[in-house]
């Protein structure tokens, strides 16, 4: 049987989610098993680009800021599921074409359900 991984990789859909529903992603995901929450680089990238039109983005910077960030080459999407391939580490985003990559790979997904609330899917 395959261990839950003890580090999960958060997408820029999942930051701003987290400010849209206002969740302590720190004492959810550390609820949940995670010591090791990590933003790749692209991910801030992104955000950032998006701080003009999405009113949460600019927020979702400040939390992406506060995880480790770790660089990527590469598309963004593909980057992280490839990233969560290497270092067997689950992946928190709504994003579906992230989801059904990373399911096609066996890896660990979770999503925001019921306002906030962090599930595996």
């Given at each position: 049987?395959?261990?839950?991984?003890?580090?999960?990789?958060?997408?820029?859909?999942?930051?701003?989610?987290?400010v849209k529903y206002k969740t302590d992603l720190d004492k959810?995901?550390?609820?949940?098993?995670?010591?090791?929450?990590?933003?790749?680089?692209?991910?801030?990238?992104?955000?950032?680009?998006?701080?003009?039109?999405?009113?949460?983005?600019?927020?979702?910077?400040?939390?992406?800021?506060?995880?480790?960030?770790?660089?990527?080459?590469?598309k963004c999407d593909s980057a992280i599921v490839d990233l969560?391939?290497?270092?067997?580490?689950?992946?928190?985003?709504?994003?579906?074409?992230?989801?059904?990559?990373?399911?096609?790979?066996?890896?660990?997904?979770?999503?925001?359900?019921?306002?906030?609330?962090?599930?595996?899917?």
């Open positions: 049987m395959k261990m839950m991984p003890h580090a999960i990789i958060l997408d820029s859909n999942a930051l701003i989610y987290s959810q995901l550390s609820g949940i098993g995670f010591s090791r929450i990590i933003v790749p680089d692209c991910v801030a990238v992104e955000l950032t680009g998006l701080s003009g039109r999405v009113p949460e983005a600019r927020a979702a910077v400040s939390i992406a800021d506060r995880f480790e960030s770790i660089p990527v080459a590469g969560a391939q290497k270092m067997d580490c689950a992946i928190l985003t709504n994003d579906l074409e992230i989801v059904n990559n990373a399911k096609s790979k066996n890896l660990k997904v979770y999503s925001f359900k019921r306002k906030g609330i962090i599930d595996a899917l």
